[in-house]
């Protein structure tokens, strides 16, 4: 990923935040099928390294954990928010005519290496972390004590665990840091009036750490 030091997110604590806000990636591999992409939810364990582990699983019957090998390096992309942005929205173009529309975007990529894991106890791990996170703000979370053990076993039994240790993780804000301070205002400022509430307030609250309004 292409990355200028001013949209260049290196803390790790930031972008493991990202993983587990925004906790649904995008799975590349390059098996022996050649380039895949599969969209999972998946379970960051912040202290399993460096850079942490990341758990998930895949049905049985979806072909990329047979064309894995342990070892194999794979990415992980997640993305917390983006937002297109007019350049009618920056106050210089309305005196200057020099600036176009371009994509705002906030992401982390995760570069490791995997191990097919299909044994019970780690896929049942993998899929109670997963059920505790995401139903702990449902008023009644459900979980897996809801259904018969026979009912869960059946389900576990059709899906394999992946685990990848992450070995490089490359975080990129794209907030229109390269422009004046007043023009990020006024673009955050469109996309808040717009509804458009994630990158509005990222752009919002970098402007504001940057200076007065007018400045660069």
């Not at 960051?44 to 090998?69: F, I, K, M, T, Y």
Request: with cysteine; proline share 4%.
């Amino acid at each position: 990923m292409y990355t200028p030091s001013y949209f260049e997110e290196t803390r790790v604590g930031v972008l493991h935040d990202l993983i587990e806000r925004h906790s649904l990636g995008v799975l590349v591999t390059h098996g022996g099928g050649g380039l895949d992409a599969n969209h999972l939810p998946f379970d960051l364990q912040r202290d399993g390294g460096p850079l942490g582990v990341l758990h998930c699983h895949v049905a049985r019957v979806n072909p990329v954990w047979r064309e894995l090998s342990d070892g194999d390096e794979v990415l992980v992309v997640f993305r917390a928010g983006e937002a297109y942005i007019s350049p009618n929205w920056y106050p210089s173009k309305h005196e200057r005519h020099k600036q176009v529309p371009t994509w705002n975007y906030i992401v982390a990529h995760a570069h490791g290496k995997v191990t097919i894991r299909d044994n019970a106890e780690y896929i049942r791990g993998v899929v109670e972390r997963l059920t505790c996170r995401h139903e702990a703000s449902q008023a009644i979370p459900w979980s897996m004590s809801d259904s018969s053990e026979s009912f869960i076993n059946t389900l576990l039994q059709g899906i394999v665990g992946i685990e990848i240790q992450v070995t490089r993780l490359i975080g990129k804000s794209k907030l229109s840091q390269n422009k004046e301070v007043r023009d990020i205002l006024g673009a955050g400022e469109a996309l808040q009036a717009l509804g458009e509430q994630h990158i509005s307030a990222a752009m919002l609250d970098h402007a504001r750490t940057m200076g007065e309004p007018g400045t660069t």
